[in-house]
Structure formats: structure tokens, C-alpha cells
């Protein structure tokens, strides 16, 4: 198999590192308009095949699928061309610059039967999937809400604002965890050093189920924090990303409230104080998990865990945010989309989900044991 990444700049790097060290790719090919760049891949990748031109890639039948590691509204033209050339595509967070063009993308990679991915690369990661198990299993209860913090000083983006730079790792993150779109989105920030781009940012995400999230984003923070809560009615969770040993910690407390009571006089609160648990995680690299998986899904003819409809979803909620932000913070709709809510099971026990309708390993109706995950939206 041969996987090209289209941008060697910021992110595009760690993307070869990761193609390069896996025993699935046969070659890698390294894209760029900047030669400094490319002269430096292939300094620290001598295999690497550079080009300048990414076009040069449509009519090359020997490679399976590119990564699109540029600035976000430069994804969606990419993407369709190379879509429209039959290659299989993974795009990095966020999907695209709007809803119009992400449901573009979802459209034509079902209809040209190729994989669609995007980089939600938490939901990759050990942590992520072992706070989403607990959630599943009842351990906190009912969830109340949920509080996210991404900040740091810099970098700071020109095209983009620090909620489509930093949220979208969060907002995937919650919606992976919960399994629910939230219905509204309000948004407050403002813009310091460059008119219209804010670069610090509050995102409220209001759920049907009566869940709230609270993202905090900002490039003007002295810390570097990483840090998301979640308060359910049994216990409560904190996940800090950048804590090397103890990710996670459950706390034992809570608030109960008395089942009943004559007089207000006799109603008291009482605060739980228990003990605080750090659960063992089996850590690994999320973006080797992530490529694998994008070489799996071509591979297989699979549909990737963080698809097409997972990258609709976040530019949903992130144009929700923009347009909350120009309205002073008032609560927006999101575009409708619905989670993908159906999942069909074909000819037995299996563990993929596949797409379209065709055969073999392709990206097509299975032929085996896998799952068909039907998404649809509004």
C-alpha cells in the first residue's frame, strides 16, 4: 500500500513518521508546494518519495489513499478532487470550513464507494475510551454535565478562530462519550489581536437528554491545560491529558438530596466525600491507533470509527458556534444532523462496518462478518 500526505508543514510530519514506521506501507509520499519542507522529509525519511505537485498523484493507480494535513479551507477542494480520482481520503480536524462542504465530502465518498476520514484523534486514544466505558456502564450515573478545558499560549491561526483551532477535539470527544448531537450551541469570546479571529472563547453545548458541556478555549493562557470534568449523579470524573501517569481519577462524591421532608427547615443537603480511584490504561500512540486505522478501513472496506457523518457532526456544532458568537452568545440550532443511530447487523458477529454497496474488500456491502452503520441527517 502506498499512502500520500498532502502538507509538510505544522501536523503533516507526524502523519509520515507514522505511515513510514508501519510494516503496512509499502511507500510513502510526502506532498508540498514549500521545496524546504520536502528537502527536510526526506533528510529524516530517505524512503519518502517527494512531489511538489499533488495533482501528479490522480493518475497514479498505485496509491491506495492520501492524508490532507493543510489549512482547513483548503480541505474540501482537495478532498473532492481526490475523492472524484478514486482515492481514499483522511482529512485532518476539522472535516472542512463549513456544513455545506463537509455534506459535500460525505456525499461523494459514498457515492464513489471510498473511505472518508477525519482526524478526531482523541477518540483514539486509551483514556478516552476507557472514560467512555465507565460512562457506558453506569459507574458515574447519570450524567449531569460536562467541562472542558483546552488552553495555551499560542499558536495562533490567520483563517481560522480558536474554536475551530481547539474545540473540535473536544466537542468530538463529548459527543463520542455521550452518543448524542447537541440540539443548540451558544458561544461567547473575543478577538484581541486580530479583528474577527477570537482567540479566546466559552462554547455551551445543550443536549435533549438535559446534558450540558462546557468548552473553555483560548491561545492566551500562561498554562498549558488540557482538562475535561464530568459530574454525574453517582460519581465524578476528571481527565487531564497532559498527567504522564494518573489520566483519570474518579472521585467518590456527590451531593444526595433527602427523599423526603416536612419542612424546608428539614431540608439539608448532604455531601458525599469518598475515595479517589485512578484506573490502570493500556496507553498507546492515538495518531499510530488512528493511521492503522485509516489503512485498515481501505484495507477491509471498512467505515471508520471517527467517519465522514463524525466530521459533519463537529462542523455542525462549530458553525453553530460562529454564528452564536456574531449574536452575542444567543443559543443557535445545529443543523439537525442525526447520530448515527442504526446499525444493522449483516451475516453474524463481527467487529467492521461497511459501506455502500458493493463487494470484496472494497468499500461495499460485506461479504462477511461486520456491521452496517446507517447515518443520516437533515
Not at 519518502?48 to 482547513?72: C, M, Q
Not at 464530568?230 to 498527567?243: A, H, N, R, T
Not at 456574531?326 to 443559543?331: D, I, N
Request: contains cysteine; proline residues 4%.
Amino acid at each position: 500500500m502506498k499512502i500520500a500526505v498532502i502538507g509538510c508543514g505544522y501536523w503533516g510530519p507526524n502523519l509520515i513518521r507514522n505511515y513510514v514506521q508501519s510494516n503496512k506501507v509499502e511507500q510513502v509520499i510526502c506532498c508540498d508546494l514549500d521545496k524546504k519542507r520536502l528537502d527536510r522529509m526526506e533528510n529524516l525519511y530517505p524512503s519518502v518519495e517527494v512531489l511538489s505537485d499533488y495533482k501528479a498523484l490522480f493518475d497514479r493507480s498505485d496509491v491506495d489513499g492520501v492524508a490532507i494535513a493543510t489549512p482547513v479551507k483548503t480541505h474540501h477542494p482537495l478532498a473532492k478532487e481526490f475523492l472524484l480520482n478514486g482515492k481514499h481520503v483522511f482529512i485532518e480536524k476539522p472535516l472542512t470550513h463549513s456544513y455545506e462542504t463537509a455534506a459535500e465530502l460525505v456525499k461523494l465518498s459514498e457515492e464513489k464507494e471510498r473511505v472518508l476520514m477525519v482526524g478526531h484523534t482523541f477518540e483514539y486514544t486509551a483514556a478516552v475510551n476507557k472514560v467512555k466505558t465507565l460512562v457506558e456502564n453506569g459507574e458515574l450515573g447519570k450524567i449531569l454535565y460536562i467541562s472542558s478545558t483546552r488552553v495555551n499560549l499560542g499558536l495562533f491561526q490567520q483563517d481560522i478562530n480558536v474554536v475551530w483551532d481547539l474545540a473540535p477535539h473536544d466537542i468530538s470527544t463529548i459527543l463520542y462519550i455521550l452518543g448524542e448531537t447537541p440540539v443548540s450551541v451558544n458561544c461567547q469570546g473575543r478577538a484581541h489581536f486580530h479583528e474577527g479571529i477570537e482567540d479566546v472563547a466559552t462554547t455551551t453545548l445543550n443536549f435533549k437528554s438535559g446534558v450540558i458541556a462546557f468548552i473553555h478555549n483560548s491561545w492566551l493562557d500562561p498554562n498549558k491545560i488540557r482538562k475535561t470534568t464530568i459530574v454525574g449523579s453517582k460519581k465524578m470524573l476528571v481527565y487531564d491529558d497532559i498527567e504522564s501517569q494518573e489520566k483519570i481519577k474518579i472521585y467518590d462524591k456527590g451531593v444526595d438530596v433527602p427523599p423526603y421532608y416536612d419542612t424546608y427547615a428539614d431540608f439539608q443537603f448532604s455531601y458525599r466525600y469518598g475515595d479517589i480511584h485512578s484506573p490502570r490504561i493500556d496507553d498507546h500512540e492515538p495518531l499510530r491507533k488512528e493511521c492503522d486505522h485509516f489503512i485498515a478501513c481501505i484495507q477491509n472496506g471498512m467505515r471508520p470509527l471517527s467517519d465522514g457523518y463524525s466530521g459533519l457532526r463537529v462542523v455542525s456544532i462549530l458553525e453553530a458556534a460562529n454564528k452564536s458568537l456574531s449574536v452575542a452568545g444567543k443559543a443557535v440550532p445545529t443543523n439537525g444532523l442525526k447520530l448515527a443511530a442504526k446499525r444493522m447487523r449483516i451475516n453474524g458477529n463481527g467487529n467492521g462496518k461497511a459501506i455502500g454497496n458493493g463487494n470484496g474488500n472494497g468499500i461495499g456491502k460485506a461479504n462477511g462478518n461486520a456491521f452496517m452503520m446507517a447515518s443520516t441527517w437533515r
